[in-house]
């Protein structure tokens, strides 16, 4: 039993009024931030460089210390339970730190017995060939390319088994195959019923990969929200309309719409996604007698949500 006072079960990672200062740099690293992970999450932590991400996945691994507020994995109190909290959490960091003397298979012992558990040979098979190494567990670590030390790291991860697996920017400078390797990797931990925290700074993998994100930017949370919602919160489209024959100036009707002219064969309109506005424009280019070629409309993307909520875009510093 963990140590909530809870019928339901407890989630993934709860946090409640967190805080850091670093106190020689004298900086607030995460500033009272409150967050809940529900169990079975792919959830993702999005900020730029600096936010305070890796400094919230070091509190939960145990290897920074907080300075204010509190914090449970699967229920248990980090500073009440700190065995237990542990052993329900996997933190993947983000060095490739791979000691050179161990195989793969003797990395996973030695883990092992970090954690108390008695050497399993079979459960180390399992965890290697689960993640695509059964036949290099006895591979000497130089000759593992940098796709199989990542996958070794999320192995070494796992050892304990626990039900938290948390990846600080598990795909940074990673080529575009290995992100989808990794990627497809991660779905199928969660399918198995793993609940996964990953930071990243790359909005098309929280946007493509995550059920649910939360936002944090200068140590506090901004928002933490599903995908979808997060997405549908900026309904704002954008429509293009080319036209077939040069516009000297826009007529007022189309203006009324919120219309403006980009150059003589070219109009925008911006819109909302749920209202008339776009039938009302097609009628009025048609009522207007303008000739239609082509018409484009664009979906808000996740980094305009980011820029909207934040007020400056995810790209600085990141
Ligand atoms: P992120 O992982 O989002 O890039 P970090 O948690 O690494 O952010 O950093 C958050 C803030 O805390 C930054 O201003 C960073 O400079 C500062 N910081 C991180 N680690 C330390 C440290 N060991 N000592 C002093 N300041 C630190």
Redesign the pocket.
Known sequence: MSDQNQSAPAPAIKLQGLS?R?R??D?L??DHVDLTIPRGSLFGLL????????????ILAGL?IKTGGKAWISGYDIDKNPRLARAHIGVVPQELNIDPFFTPRALLDLMAGFYGLRRDRRRAQDLLEALGLGDRAEAYPRTLSGGMRRRLMIAKAMVHNPPVLVL??PTAGVDIDLRRQLWELVRQLNTAGVTVVL?T?YLEEAQSLCDTIAI?DD?KLITCEATESLLSRLDDKVLRVDLARPLESLPESLASLGAERIDEHHLRFRYRGQSQTLSRVLQQLSAEGLEVVDIHTREPRLEEVFLQLTGRSIRLGA
């Open positions: 850091k670093y020689r740099a900086t690293a995460l900020g730029p460089n600096g936010a305070g991400k890796s400094t919230l996945i070091n920074v600080d920017e930071t700074h944090i140590g």
